[in-house]
Each structure stands twice: as structure tokens, then as C-alpha cells.
């Protein structure tokens, strides 16, 4: 017998979702970057499964968001740009989680609404369906942040840096929410904050040793160029970004500690993820919205704080995308999966064979062995790609991306997770080619997207 299992409490478990803005999958010390310490998060991933292989198929804040949310790619639920509004008539992951009697709460970052205006009023009908929401709608300033509170459309401007005034509000709400056994109630909680998104402002908290990092000695990656302006600028932004991650990473050990003074800890999951990435200099790109790893691939664990009740611990490859983090989030409850939702849902990664809750893999569906990627409107952001283009990554680190009319990229990121050798117009990797390409080509069919791909055949 399992004497973990035996010692879990018998009650419904519980999800929260903490998420960062531009927090991209290599910046975490267990990942091995040697610039930002992060043991909370690596204490996670020692504790949890870890997905490695994640990744933000829009990497973009509006529509990687609505995605999450609803479980539908952006060009299928009309959020896919930043900003648009996701319309309140489709259901998010709040509803399944309503209906099965748990309280759901949303703190932070919304950007859902259609604005980027620091000041723009989410009405309450508009909020996802969550019972409780502390939020705003954009903002771009960490060290002055407002929010509207529930029933309030007058804003409060957050007492301190917004990672850590946010994280009081979860604590407080959750520990407000806990009560007594007799009371009990399980809960949907996410946290969302913009930091380690620009301006890279660091947090000043006398609270947490913070690592201080001189820009001077910022260890770059290897496609980073060795160009003066962009390493001047990078080594000053990464310097800020790291900082601010330290700080998220400290906030998530508040969090973590938290949970095992209410008492909950044995039975919350944990879901650590972030929107998307941010290039950083990197091929000489800043910001998001590129196929590159800097933008795609985002940090993603799943654990439960109070051990490892329940819980198998690892890594796994699967190469999980936006819209299947709601399904996943819903089969670690055993609450079933809304028919709305295209997404996969992995919790059979995550959830040992003992655990009550554990319902196995989706007997409707095959894991997939790729996931696919998206850039809708063409972007003219400075410094960024100002095309749109559709991609493909598979599980096995073949990464295949296309411009309309026009094959761009070929890269094995299994063996070149720098991204210097581009295959695409290498005939000796035709065949890597055309097996990326026909599933871009049923990826684009699938889900009812529209887009002009190439034609890749070789003359006979």
C-alpha cells in the first residue's frame, strides 16, 4: 500500500494558477541559466512533472490568455490579437468548475477586454464567470498598479510592487475562503501578474535576499549577437528581467507556505506556467510574437506543495500548448472536460493510478506528437517578426514555421536549442521538411484556420 496516498485527505483538490507575463522557459535556475536563482520554483519541479517541453502556441498576452481560458485557439474564439475582446457568451474554465461546486477567484492581470489602457473598467459580466475577481485590465507600470476590486468600478492602487501586492490579495482571499473543515469548500484560485514583462523594473523588497546581478555580468546565450547596441541594451534588460523573476519566484514560496498554514497544502495543486516568452536580444529579436525558443517555449510544472500525494514526479516531453491547460486543469479534479474545448488534456502525467481523482488518459482522443503555433496578424512591432506566420513543434524537437506563400524555418531543437542551423532550403532534410509541413497542413484543417501555405515539392 502506498502510505502517501493513505495520509491524503479525503477532499476534493484544489488548483491554483500562478502565471507571469514574458517569463520564457529558460530563465529558471533548475533549467541551468546561471543568471537568476529561483528555489522556490526549482522546489516545485523537484516535487511535481515537470513539462519541458511546453509551449505558448500564440505568444501574444490577449491571445495566449484566451486560450487558456476557454480552451479554443485564438482564430476559434475571436481573441487573437492584443488587444480584442473575448466575448462573454463562451464559456471559460470557471464554468465547469462553478457547476462542480467550487469557488473560483481571479487576481491580477485580465487583458481580455480589448484595451491596453491601464485605466479600463472590466465589467463584471465580462470577467470569465469567476465568483471573485481582483483585477485590471493592462498595465505596463509594476511599481504603480491599480485594480478593481469585485463590485467596485473604482480602482485601488496596489500598496506595493504588483507581484507582491497581488500575491497578498491571493493569501488573503484563500485564507478569508478556507474556513473550517465543516465549511470546506474547494477552489479554483489564479494568480496573474505582468512582471517579468518591461519596462524591467526591479522590485526593492528588504524581505527576501534578493540576488543582485550587474548588468556587466549578465552570461549571455550564444544567439545573442555580438553586436554593440544589442548587447548594451540586452545586458541592461536581462539584468531588470531576472530580478523580477527572483522576486515572482520568492512570491510563490509566500504562496507555497501559505497553503501549509490553512492546512490545504496536501491537496492543491500548483500549475506554474507563463503566457509566452521574450527574445531579449536574442537573434537580434525583443518582445514576443516570434517562432524562436526565447518566445515560444514557456516554464510549466505541476506539484502539490504539501508533497507528493497523489502525484507523479518527473519529466515528461509532451509538448503541451495553450488550449490544453484548462482540460489538463479539469482532469486533475476529475471533473470532465466541456466538449468546447479542443485542447488534450495530460493530467494522466501528472496524477498517480492510486489517487481518487485519477480517470486515466482521454480514451477519445490520441496524445498529439506536435502542437501548433500561431502569429494571426501580421505584427509591426520594432524588432520583431512583421509577418504573420503559422509553425509546428514536435515532440521529438523538429520545429517547422511558414510566412504565407513562403517556408521560413527548419530547426531540430533537439540537437540545436540555439536555433543557428536553418534546415528549411536544405535538400538533404526534404524529408524532416515535408513531414513538418503535412502536419502544419492538418493542423491548419483541424482547427479551421485559414492560411496560405507553400508548395515544398521538389521538381522530378
Known sequence: MNHDLELQPQRNPNIIWIFGDQHRAQALSYRGNPNVYTPNIDNLAR???RFDSAVAGAPWCTPFRGALLTGMYPHQNGA???????????????????QAGYHTAYIGKWHLDGSNNREHYVPPQRRGGFQHWMGYENNNNQNECYAYGHESEEPIRLSGYETDSLTDMLIQHLGDHVGTDA?????????SVQPPHDPYTSPINPEYNQIRIHPKDIKFRSNVPNVPW????????????????ENLDYNVGRISQALKKMGVDRE???????????????????????PWEESIRIPFIIAKVGGRYGMKVGRTEAVINHVDIAPTTLGLCGIPVPSGMVGYDYSAHCIHPDAPEYKGPPKTNKEPESAYLQQIPRKFHRHSVNKAWRGVITRDGWKYVCTPGNDWLLFNTAEDPYEQANYVYDRSYQKPKEYCHNLLA???????????????QLPQ
Request: charged share 20%; aromatic share 12%; no cysteine.
Open 47 to 49: 516535487s511535481g512533472m
Open 80 to 98: 487573437d490579437r492584443t488587444p480584442s475582446q473575448l466575448s462573454p457568451s463562451l464559456p471559460t474554465i470557471a464554468e465547469p468548475f462553478n
Open 183 to 191: 465549511d470546506y469548500q474547494p477552489f479554483l484560485a489564479v494568480l
Open 230 to 245: 544589442i548587447r548594451e541594451k540586452a545586458e541592461l534588460d536581462l539584468a531588470g528581467y531576472y530580478r523580477m523573476i
Open 268 to 290: 492543491t495543486y500548483l500549475v506554474f506556467f507563463s503566457d509566452h516568452g521574450d527574445m531579449l536580444g536574442s537573434h537580434a529579436q525583443w518582445g514576443k510574437s516570434s
Open 442 to 456: 492538418s493542423w491548419v484543417e483541424e482547427t479551421g484556420d485559414s492560411f496560405q501555405l507553400p508548395d515544398i
